[in-house]
């Protein structure tokens, strides 16, 4: 059974950090896509950053860009979204998604996506 499991959100002044976790149980990465997306209060969900496991490839978010990075640490099955510089703006329920297809996703479309973790809470706030 394909599970994903997030940790690492919280409470955060505007431009202070944190580092999400996406924890692969039950499977290994290396086929997959493996995507974060964020919803805030009354907003649809939205893709924030991207990563095909295989050869690398890295998809970010205009909004993001610059300030978040997504990685894989070689030999765990574990994505990271380090978040930097973040923003009143950046609160949101962050999730992160696997996809089998690989280099052929499409990063922002929810549909790629197979499966889903439960979310984790990052707030930015004063």
């Known amino acids: 059974q394909v599970q994903l499991v997030e940790s690492g959100g919280g409470l955060v002044q505007p431009g202070g950090s944190l580092r999400l976790s996406c924890a692969a149980i039950g499977f290994t990465l290396d086929l997959y896509a493996i995507g974060w997306f964020r919803q805030a209060p009354g907003k649809e969900r939205e893709g924030v950053s991207c990563?095909?496991?295989?050869?690398?490839?890295?998809y970010y978010a205009d909004s993001v860009k610059g300030r978040f990075t997504i990685s894989r640490d070689n030999g765990e099955d574990t994505v990271y979204l380090q978040m930097s510089n973040l923003k009143p703006d950046d609160t949101a329920v962050y999730y992160c998604?696997?996809?089998?297809?690989?280099?052929?996703?499409?990063?922002?479309?929810?549909?790629?996506?197979?499966?889903w973790g439960q979310g984790t809470q990052v707030t930015v706030s004063s």
């Open positions: 990563i095909v496991i295989r050869n690398g490839n890295t």
């Open positions: 998604a696997a996809s089998l297809l690989g280099s052929a996703v499409d990063p922002w479309e929810e549909s790629d996506f197979g499966s």
